[in-house]
C-alpha cells in the first residue's frame, strides 16, 4: 500500500477512451493508405509510362529538349499524385495537369525521343525544340504562382457573389423544352436520325453540306448556318439535361430522395427528364460528334452526378479520367468516317508519334518558327478570338484561327494551345500574365466549389464542372473555334440563373450557417422549390 487513492471508472468511461483512439489508427491507416496511393500513382506517371512510351533508344536522353520534356512529364506527374493525397474537389486544376501531362509532356518526350512529328515534313533546331518546351514549362509554373496569388485576394466576397446567384427551375424547364424541339427540329430537316448514327462525317455534312472534292468542312467559306445548325443541336438539349440533374442533386441533398419538389421532381419533371436523356443520345452521341465534344458531355454529367467531392471518390475520378485519356481517347475517335470501323491497336508511343491529335508540342515550335518569320500578332488574334461572330460583310480582314495561320500546312485542323496563342501574341511576357490570372482564375473556382454547399443550387456547384470537363478546349485551342463553341454555355447558364432575394432573417440566420431566402422554406408562405423565382424558397447555406 502506498496510501495513493484511487479513482473509481465510470461505467463506460473506457469504451469511451478507446472509441476515440480507434478513430485516430483509423485516421492514421487512411492517411498512410493515401501516401501510398499517391506514391504509386506518381511512380506509373512518372517512370513507367515514360519509359513505354520511349521504347529502346536511350540516345535522345543526351539532348537538353529531351530532359526537359522528361522534366514537364514529371512537373505534372507531382501535382497530379499532389492532388491525389489531398483528395480536395480541385475539379479545374486537376483537368489542366491532365492535359499537360499528356498533350505536352508525355507527347512531346515521345515525340523527341523517336524524333518524329506528327504533322510530316517539319523539322525543327534544338534551339527551337527547348525554346518551346521552356515556354511550356514556364505557363506551368506562372499557372501555380497564380494559385498562390488568389489566395492572397479577399475571396469570401467574390465567393458570397457566386454563391447568391441560383439556377432557377422554370428557365430550365423552358430550356428543356426549347433544347429538345431544337434538336429534333434540326435533324429532321437536314436528313433525319440516321445521319446521326452514320459516321460524325455524314453527321456534319448533313448540317455544313457536303463540301467540294478535297476540301475540308473546316475549310468552307462559309461555315456560319452549318455552326449555329451545330450548336442548335447539341447544346440546348445537353445543358438543358445536366441543370436539371443539378438542380435534382440539390433537392435531394436537401429533402431527401423521396420528397416532391416543384419544377425539380414530381411526375411532369420526370417525363421531361427521360425525353431530355433519350434526344441527348440522338444529339450528344459518340458518333456523330468530336470525341472531345462527347467527353466534355460524359465527362460533366459525370462530375455532378458522382459527387466528387468526397475524397474517395475524387481519388477514383483522377484515376479514371488518367486512364480514359492513355487508353480510350486514342480511339474514341474510331466513327470519323464509318461507324462498320475496325479498331487498328497501336501502341501509346505510336499515337503519341503518329497522330496529328497530338500534335500541341509540334505547333508550340510551329508558333516560335512564325514569330522569328513575321513577328508578333500583338493581340489580333485574341480580337478575333473575342470577336467571332462578327461576319465578314463588316469585317472583311477578319484573322483566321491561329493553329491554321502557323501550322504551315492544309492536310490537317490544326490546334494552338493558350501556350502558342500567348507567344505568338507577345512572347513569354503574355504566357506569364496569361497563365498567372488562369491559374488565380483556376484557384478561385476550385475553392468555391470546395466550399459550396450541395442543398443549393447555386451557379458555382454547375460552373465548375462544366469548365472542368471543357477545360481540354480551351487549354488545346485554336483560341478563335474555341469561343464560338463554348460561349453559347456561358451564355445560357447566365439566363438560367437568377440573384436569390434573401430576407431580413436570412441576414439574422447566417451566424449559424443557415439563411433561408425569398420568404422562407418552412414558413407558412414558402413552397416546396428549389432555384424557383417569386413567391417560392431556395435554401441557402451561407458559409464563410
Given at each position: 500500500?502506498?496510501?495513493?487513492r484511487?479513482?473509481?471508472t ?113 523539322f525543327f533546331?534544338e ?150 436523356i ?17 467527353g ?34 486514342p ?121 459550396w454547399?450541395r ?64 420568404g ?25
Open positions: 500500500m502506498t496510501g495513493e484511487s479513482t473509481p465510470a461505467p463506460g468511461s473506457a469504451a469511451r477512451t478507446a472509441r476515440p483512439r480507434a478513430a485516430t489508427r483509423g485516421r492514421h491507416a487512411g492517411a498512410i493508405g493515401n501516401w501510398v496511393g499517391a506514391t504509386i500513382l506518381l511512380i506509373f506517371l512518372a517512370l513507367i509510362v515514360p519509359v513505354a512510351v520511349m521504347g529502346q533508344n536511350f540516345g535522345p536522353l543526351g539532348r537538353l529538349s529531351t530532359l526537359l520534356a522528361l522534366l514537364l512529364t514529371w512537373y505534372a506527374s507531382a501535382r497530379l499524385a499532389g492532388h491525389y493525397h489531398s483528395g480536395r474537389p480541385h475539379l479545374v486544376q486537376i483537368t489542366f495537369w491532365a492535359f499537360v501531362y499528356l498533350f505536352l509532356g508525355l507527347a512531346s518526350f515521345a515525340q523527341l525521343t523517336a524524333d518524329t512529328f506528327p504533322i510530316p515534313g517539319q533546331e534551339e527551337i525544340r527547348v525554346q518551346a518546351l521552356a515556354g511550356v514549362l514556364l505557363g506551368c509554373l506562372a499557372f501555380d504562382a497564380g494559385r498562390f496569388v488568389a489566395l492572397s485576394i479577399r475571396r469570401h466576397r467574390i465567393r458570397e457573389r457566386l454563391e447568391h446567384r441560383v439556377i432557377d427551375a422554370r428557365r430550365v424547364w423552358f430550356l428543356g423544352v426549347i433544347g429538345m424541339v431544337c434538336t429534333m427540329g434540326v435533324v429532321m430537316t437536314t436528313g433525319g436520325l440516321g445521319t446521326r448514327f452514320r459516321s460524325r462525317q455524314a453527321a456534319e455534312e448533313a448540317l455544313f453540306g457536303i463540301p467540294p472534292w478535297g476540301v475540308r468542312i473546316d475549310q468552307l467559306d462559309d461555315k456560319t448556318m452549318g455552326l449555329i445548325k451545330t450548336s442548335l443541336t447539341w447544346l440546348p438539349v445537353f445543358l438543358g439535361l445536366i441543370l436539371l440533374l443539378f438542380l435534382r442533386q440539390s433537392a435531394t441533398a436537401r429533402f431527401g430522395d423521396r420528397r416532391q419538389v416543384r419544377w425539380v421532381r414530381n411526375p411532369a419533371t420526370t417525363w421531361l427528364l427521360w425525353g431530355l433519350l434526344v441527348n443520345v440522338v444529339a450528344n452521341n459518340p458518333i456523330a460528334n468530336p470525341r472531345i465534344r462527347f466534355g458531355v460524359a465527362f460533366a454529367i459525370a462530375l455532378v452526378m458522382m459527387h466528387v467531392e468526397r475524397p474517395r471518390r475524387l481519388r477514383s475520378f483522377l484515376v479514371a479520367l488518367l486512364l480514359l485519356v492513355l487508353i480510350v481517347f480511339y474514341a475517335d474510331l466513327f470519323r468516317y464509318d461507324v462498320q470501323q475496325t479498331i487498328k491497336i497501336a501502341t501509346l508511343q505510336d499515337q503519341l508519334v503518329e497522330s496529328p491529335d497530338y500534335a500541341m508540342f509540334q505547333q508550340e515550335m510551329n508558333g516560335i518558327v512564325h514569330v522569328r518569320e513575321h513577328g508578333f500578332t500583338k493581340g489580333r488574334q485574341t480580337l478575333g478570338a473575342v470577336l467571332p461572330f462578327v461576319p465578314k460583310s463588316i469585317w472583311a480582314n477578319q484573322p483566321e484561327a491561329t493553329g491554321d495561320l502557323i501550322s504551315r500546312t492544309d492536310g490537317i485542323n490544326a490546334s494552338s494551345t493558350l501556350w502558342t496563342e500567348a507567344n505568338v501574341e507577345a512572347g513569354w511576357p503574355a504566357i506569364i500574365v496569361v497563365f498567372v490570372l488562369y491559374g488565380v482564375i483556376s484557384m478561385l473556382a476550385d475553392e468555391s466549389y470546395e466550399r454547399s442543398s443549393r443550387p447555386s451557379i458555382i456547384g454547375i460552373a465548375v464542372p462544366l469548365f472542368a470537363a471543357f477545360q481540354f478546349f480551351v487549354l488545346r485551342g485554336s483560341l478563335l473555334p474555341v469561343v464560338g463553341d463554348l460561349a453559347p454555355i456561358v451564355v445560357i447558364v447566365a439566363l438560367c440563373s437568377r440573384r436569390s432575394r434573401r430576407t431580413a432573417a436570412a441576414s439574422s440566420s447566417e451566424g449559424s450557417g443557415v439563411a433561408v431566402a425569398d422562407g422554406m418552412n414558413g407558412g408562405n414558402g413552397t416546396q422549390a428549389v432555384g424557383a423565382a417569386g413567391a417560392r424558397s431556395t435554401v441557402v447555406n451561407a458559409r464563410p
